[in-house]
T-cell receptor
Framework: DTGVSQDPRHKITKRGQNVTFRCDPISEHNRLYWYRQTLGQGPEFLTYFQNEAQLEKSRLLSDRFSAERPKGSFSTLEIQRTEQGDSAMYLC?????????????FGQGTRLTVV | AQSVTQLGSHVSVSEGALVLLRCNYSSSVPPYLFWYVQYPNQGLQLLLKYTSAATLVKGINGFEAEFKKSETSFHLTKPSAHMSDAAEYFCAVRGTNTGNQFYFGTGTSLTVIP
């Protein structure tokens, strides 16, 4: 068990460029979540996958954001036409099974800076 | 809908002193509550969780939390602070909708004074 890994750890991009982040969850985990965290705030939910199906999206997820989990394993989060307001830490988490009692395991995050 | 409120965005304690970080929840159903810790530029690490088995929950690194339904609280405590406890702490409640996603508080930054 190598934990949840995210790549890259840091990304600096110019406004208007597209960026893509990758998340590799813990191998047996069927649930995968993306969160966004800005300075001084708690993580905010963006979207959720169960296996390859994207089952829920937050209103925070504008149409410039898209996420995929093509084979129910790794996931990507793409931001098109980045804006300065997109600067944040993007966290991926995974968990196993259904129900509300299990904890989520978080990756170390990708810090995005839009200049 | 579920939510949590963390009282006090910054808490300072002396090394060896009691740590108390406050969290109140709002939930129309029995909540499942969690405390996570985050070190600078790192992800979140689970400290402990409440899943209705016992109201006093013990976690890692000497932390514990007590679920009090009458006060709708789930405060985090540690009897004696250590320098390594300096970090950001988040209380979270797990939703009961499809994804069971976590709803986080705004966090409490703990400073430990030597």
């Amino acid at each position: 068990d190598t934990g949840v890994s995210q790549d890259p750890r840091h990304k600096i991009t110019k406004r208007g460029q597209n960026v893509t982040f990758r998340c590799d969850p813990i191998s047996e985990h069927n649930r995968l979540y993306w969160y966004r965290q800005t300075l001084g705030q708690g993580p905010e939910f963006l979207t959720y996958f169960q296996n390859e199906a994207q089952l829920e999206k937050s209103r925070l997820l504008s149409d410039r954001f898209s996420a995929e989990r093509p084979k129910g394993s790794f996931s990507t989060l793409e931001i098109q036409r980045t804006e300065q307001g997109d600067s944040a830490m993007y966290l991926c988490a995974s968990s196993y099974g259904g129900g509300e009692t299990g904890e989520a395991f978080f990756g170390q995050g990708t810090r995005l800076t839009v200049v | 809908a579920q939510s949590v409120t963390q009282l006090g965005s910054h808490v300072s304690v002396s090394e060896g002193a009691l740590v108390l970080l406050r969290c109140n929840y709002s939930s129309s159903v029995p909540p499942y509550l969690f405390w996570y810790v985050q070190y600078p530029n790192q992800g979140l690490q689970l400290l402990l969780k409440y899943t209705s088995a016992a109201t006093l929950v013990k976690g890692i690194n000497g932390f514990e939390a007590e679920f009090k339904k009458s006060e709708t609280s789930f405060h985090l405590t540690k009897p004696s602070a250590h320098m390594s406890d300096a970090a950001e702490y988040f209380c979270a409640v797990r939703g009961t909708n499809t994804g069971n996603q976590f709803y986080f508080g705004t966090g409490t930054s703990l400073t430990v004074i030597p």
